[in-house]
């Protein structure tokens, strides 16, 4: 095990033991991932920063939700409160029908064990193998040795890199990193995956590449996606909803085709316009557009 490991992959190390956590999908008509009224405030020295000021949200099954907004306006803030791994101020979060706001941190370990997530710098062990990066959270859960071998194999293929089990994350692609990140995020068989800017590090074909590859998951799997972007390009190919973050607050929810036909919020109506000005170049004239 390596020497530090970052918190969001240490969420379920407690081992497993008699608990029963109800962390099957819910009924089809309840939402996967319910937030009700978050709010948080975070301290610095220099000033009270309101992150997230009243976020209702509701996931259902089988989504791929994608919560857009401009740098600051609360994305990574929410996805955290999601999973827990920052506590709200007020609010409640219920993961598959489960209130996880209540939990004691056994039983939220145990829960988010159930809840992948991705990132945009991948967050790989370097000192591990691809195959030994995959098994880490099945070596947490204390999986048998033939399970984890056979689930890192089938892991591996699922996201197309079946031959680079030895190699190590610094011999690895941005691409091919984030689909070791992926297949490590889906070894628990989560109910839902969250994803944090999981492409915006990446070129634009290997963006391609993912966003395929985590549509056939949602298809093949039905697991539930919440996706948080600034790019609204990839929502568009990505994602069948949409909610627009701006400071804190939800400006504006809806069907990705309708959002970005007709939005209504000012922060929808400025990502649109953006997001369409660079695709035309409108915004640019040989370079001097901004
Ligand atoms: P986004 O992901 O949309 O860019 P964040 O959720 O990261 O936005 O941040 C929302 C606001 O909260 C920003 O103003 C950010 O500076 C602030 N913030 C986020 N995390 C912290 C923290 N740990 N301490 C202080 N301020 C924070
Ligand atoms: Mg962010």
Redesign the pocket.
Same mark, same amino acid.
């Given at each position: 095990m390596p020497a530090t490991i970052p918190e969001e992959l240490s969420a379920g190390l407690q081992p497993a033991g008699a608990i029963q956590v109800q962390a099957v999908p819910p009924a089809p008509d309840l939402p996967m991932i319910q937030a009700r009224g978050l709010h948080k405030t975070?301290a610095?020295p220099a000033q009270q920063?309101r992150?997230l000021a009243g976020v209702d949200l509701e996931v259902r099954k089988g989504d791929i939700f994608g919560i857009v $907004?401009f #740098?600051?306006? $609360?994305? #990574?803030?929410l996805l955290r409160c999601i999973n827990l791994l920052e506590r709200p101020d007020a609010g409640t979060v219920l993961l598959a029908g489960q209130e996880a706001t209540t939990l004691d941190r056994r039983h939220l370990g145990l829960l988010r064990r159930k809840v992948g997530m991705i990132f945009q710098h991948f967050h790989l062990f370097d000192a591990r193998t691809v195959g030994e990066n995959i098994a880490f959270p099945l070596e947490i859960a204390k999986a048998g040795r033939r399970h984890i071998e056979a689930r890192v194999e089938e892991l591996a293929a699922l996201v197309g890199i079946s031959d680079k089990l030895k190699a190590y994350p610094g011999q690895l692609s941005g691409g091919q990193k984030q689909r070791v990140a992926i297949a490590r995020a889906l070894a628990n068989d989560p109910i839902v995956l969250l994803s944090d800017e999981a492409t915006s590090a990446l070129d634009p074909e290997t963006t391609w590449s993912i966003l395929q590859l985590l549509k056939d998951i949602n298809r093949q799997m039905g697991l539930t996606i919440a996706f948080v972007t600034h790019e609204l390009d990839v929502v568009r190919v990505l994602c069948n909803q949409v909610a627009v973050?701006e400071a804190g607050r939800i400006a504006e929810r809806g069907e990705v085709g309708e959002v970005f036909r007709n939005p209504r919020s000012l922060a929808g109506v400025r990502l649109v316009e953006i997001s369409r000005g660079f695709r035309e170049g409108s915004l640019f004239t040989d370079g001097g557009g901004i």
């Open positions: 975070f610095t920063v992150a $907004g #740098s600051g306006s $609360g994305k #990574s803030t973050l």
